[in-house]
């Protein structure tokens, strides 16, 4: 059974905090893995993926993959309340092609 | 990133009835993903959409239930069959050119059976 797993949350952190989102997965064949935001009652928005091992930065958010741990994050840098939303991570298939997604994290930024 | 079109964007079916859901992207995509989210819950993949060919659906899906179409590489149908509450959930399509462009999704089908 492949999984992908993540705390559910909430996880609150203060305006201009760092916020730190963590995923681990189970299949190790698994070759990349993305991060998508989704608001209430909205579908998901692709925020960023990532293949190789090492840091990702796009802007405040910086993915992190570490394969022989099988550990992938996200970190939001200067939080603002626009960013509360649920972050799901999703890890390709052993197929190479359909996404697993885990259940997502809740992130709240209190201003 | 592929713009995806997905209609209806919400609606309220009888029981024993079907709806199709349609997709419409705004290029040419390798792939194309139906899935179901539960209120609250993740996203559960029903099935990859191949173009010209029958659809490859997950553990726990099968055709009769949720035909699918995928007549070229920028249209594809979701139908949900004989509908039962136990159906009621918004459908997401997405699709991509391939993981080395991600995955977009569509604005997803809310559906009630009642």
């Known amino acids: 059974q492949k999984e992908v797993e993540q705390n559910s949350g909430p996880l609150s952190v203060p305006e201009g905090a760092i916020a730190s989102l963590n995923c681990t997965y189970s299949d190790r064949g698994s070759q990349s893995f993305f991060w998508y935001r989704q608001y209430s009652g909205k579908s998901p928005e692709l925020i960023m993926f990532i293949y190789s091992n090492g840091d990702k930065e796009d802007g405040r958010f910086t993915a992190q993959l570490n394969k022989a741990s099988q550990y992938v994050s996200l970190l939001i840098r200067d939080s603002q309340p626009s960013d509360s939303a649920t972050y799901l991570c999703?890890?390709?298939?052993?197929?190479?092609?359909?996404?697993?997604f885990g259940k997502g994290t809740s992130l709240l930024v209190t201003p | 990133s592929a713009v995806i079109s997905q209609k209806p964007s919400r609606d309220i079916c009888q029981r024993g009835t079907s709806l199709t859901i349609q997709c419409q992207v705004d290029s040419q995509v390798t792939m194309m993903f139906w899935y179901r989210q539960q209120p609250g819950q993740s996203l559960t993949l029903i099935a990859t959409?191949?173009?010209?060919?029958?659809?490859?659906?997950e553990s726990g899906f099968v055709i009769d239930k949720f035909p699918i179409s995928r007549p070229n590489l920028t249209f594809s149908t979701l139908t949900v069959s004989n509908m039962s509450p136990e159906d009621s959930s918004i459908y997401l399509c997405s699709a991509g050119r391939g993981q080395g462009d991600g995955y977009t999704f569509g604005s997803g089908t809310r559906l009630t059976v009642v």
């Open positions: 959409a191949n173009q010209g060919s029958e659809a490859t659906y």
């Open positions: 999703a890890v390709s298939s052993n197929s190479g092609y359909a996404l697993n």
